[in-house]
């Protein structure tokens, strides 16, 4: 056994004052969303495809928008890089000796109109794990407390209520089927009184152990209660990053807490 003082500083286990995560031994994650949209508009401004001998040509003219997740986690040092990112390209291109009529662009589907002043999104996630597993998470409360960091209470009979983001989102169960559906009356405290909107969401389990969720949100409010006009934009921010994404990231290991007691699954979320 060395002496005081005279060990190898490496296996020295000490608090460290500033709270460093040396070597990022403890899960560390960075959201590389932003990263990603200057590294896009970087390698796609003005960029030429085709060309030479051919009779058309096609320039990529710039990157209009970029949606979707990139992140990193560091855990014991292993790099776990994630990401799901849709991108549109504007874009431009010559056919040599054709004539043609320029047709107007199709607007997006996944935010659709339904009743005037109000929109429908629609999401499809895939999670690696069992259904029953991921409507299970969704349905428990001292679950959503731990990946949301907020207070929630929910029922998990039809017809009963639930309260999650400390009150924020309030609603009431209309359909329940077990690793299969989940129908939700869902409205947000700062909506105009009396709107409701409707949550969907289908469990598909194309093969073990991977689940696609395809989710519809209808009848959300393109304005709040103060005027603004970002509210179908971060409802559907809040679905990805505050609800999804948070679940990969809460539940990515064999082994988690629910209340105060260990417990055991067989869905490690990736």
């Given amino acids: ?44 401004s003005n960029v030429a495809v085709g060309g030479g001998d051919g009779d058309a040509t096609i320039t990529i003219k710039k990157v209009e928008k970029l949606d979707g997740e990139a992140y990193v986690n ?65 349905m428990d409360e001292n679950r959503w407390r731990g990946f949301t960091q907020s207070n929630a209470r ?15 989102v309030t609603g009431k169960n209309l359909e329940l089927e077990e690793g299969m559906l989940i129908v939700q009356r869902w409205r947000f405290g700062s909506w105009p009184d009396g709107i409701e909107s409707m949550v969907r969401i289908m469990f598909e389990e194309p093969e073990d152990g991977v689940t696609v969720v ?15 006009a970002t509210v179908v934009e971060n409802t559907e921010r809040g679905w990805r990053d505050l609800i999804f994404q948070r679940i990969r990231t809460a539940f990515a290991r064999k082994d988690y807490w629910i209340g105060n007691f260990p417990r055991k699954t067989k869905c490690l979320l990736q």
Avoid at 1 to 21: L, Q, Y
Avoid at 125 to 134: G, Q, S, T, V, W
């Fill in 74 to 138: 560091v855990r014991k040092g292993k790099v776990i890089p994630g990401y799901e990112i849709s991108v549109r390209l504007a874009w431009e291109g010559e056919a040599r000796d054709a004539n043609g009529k320029v047709l107007q662009r199709k607007e997006e589907v996944n935010k659709s109109e339904g009743k005037k002043g109000f929109k429908l999104i629609s999401l499809t996630e895939k999670f690696n794990c069992r259904a029953r597993d991921l409507f299970e998470i969704l």
């Fill in 214 to 228: 395809k989710l519809t949100h209808s009848d959300v409010p393109e304005e709040d209660r103060y005027g603004n």
């Fill in 1 to 44: 056994m060395a002496k005081f003082g005279e060990g190898d500083k490496r296996w020295i286990v000490a608090e460290r004052p500033d709270g460093t995560n040396v070597h990022n031994w403890h899960w560390a994650e960075t959201n590389c969303l932003e990263w990603s949209r200057t590294f896009f508009k970087n390698n796609f």
């Fill in 154 to 168: 929910i029922s998990k009979e039809v017809g009963g209520e639930f309260s999650i983001f400390d009150g924020s």
